[in-house]
């Protein structure tokens, strides 16, 4: 609630209005709404690397005890992003091989990022601990989005 400033109030009243003045009125559910679909369209240019080898649904015929990394590939029609998941980093490899920055993002944002040298490899360090995509993007301008990595 606004009101103006009229001349004649006490030190209080004064007070008063200032104390109104900087508690923030609730957002509209609308307004909320409206900035969460525009940050879901941040990516929308990236070209979308989809899911095509998971180590971890592979079948351990051979092996007694389960691997200690798990791999991970995603392609699209120009690129593919070989990842390695171990327990203290994400190691990946950008083919074709293009310097640029590599972060694993969740829904609230960016938990880690790296950049990518010129042989198209990069570490991510810490590894997260919840589900996460990788947003690559290349020193030619090019954005590349993974499917969700569930650690």
């Known amino acids: ?3 103006m400033v009229d001349p004649d109030w006490t030190d209080d009243e004064l007070l008063v209005a200032l104390r109104d003045a900087l508690v923030p009125d609730d957002v509209p559910q609308a307004f909320v709404e409206a ?3 525009a940050y879901s369209w941040r990516t929308i240019d990236a070209e979308l690397a989809e899911l095509t080898f998971d180590s971890a649904l592979e ?4 092996r007694s005890e389960s691997a ?3 791999s991970l590939t995603f392609a699209s029609d120009e690129w593919t992003i070989e990842i390695e998941l171990t327990p203290d980093a ?11 920055t590599v972060s694993a993002r969740d829904d609230a944002g960016k938990l880690v990022s790296s950049d990518i040298d010129e042989l198209g490899f990069f570490a991510l360090r810490p590894p997260p601990d919840t589900p996460y995509r990788l947003v690559c993007s290349t020193a030619s ?8 990595v569930t650690p």
């Open 68 to 70: 200690v990394l798990r």
């Open 35 to 37: 900035g969460k679909a």
């Open 90 to 100: 994400v190691l990946g490899q950008l083919d074709p091989p293009e310097p640029g």
């Open 1 to 3: 609630m606004s009101r």
């Open 59 to 62: 079948p351990l015929a051979v």
């Open 141 to 148: 301008g090019t954005t590349i989005l993974t499917g969700w």
